[in-house]
């Protein structure tokens, strides 16, 4: 019992529209540097409610 060609490419699109959204939503940037302090604060841009959901999940 294996998978029906239909399946494959189903999983396959899937996961090309999965890599290219992520990089996408990664791309740089013109002018911004990446740190270690972008990347752990966020750049300080997220909203309190965003800090607190993440406290409370975390929790």
Known sequence: MGLATLDIVIVLAYLAGIF?????????????DKSAEDYFLASKSLPWWAIGASLIAAN
């Open 20 to 32: 290219v959204l992520a990089q996408w939503v990664s791309r740089e940037k013109a002018g911004h």
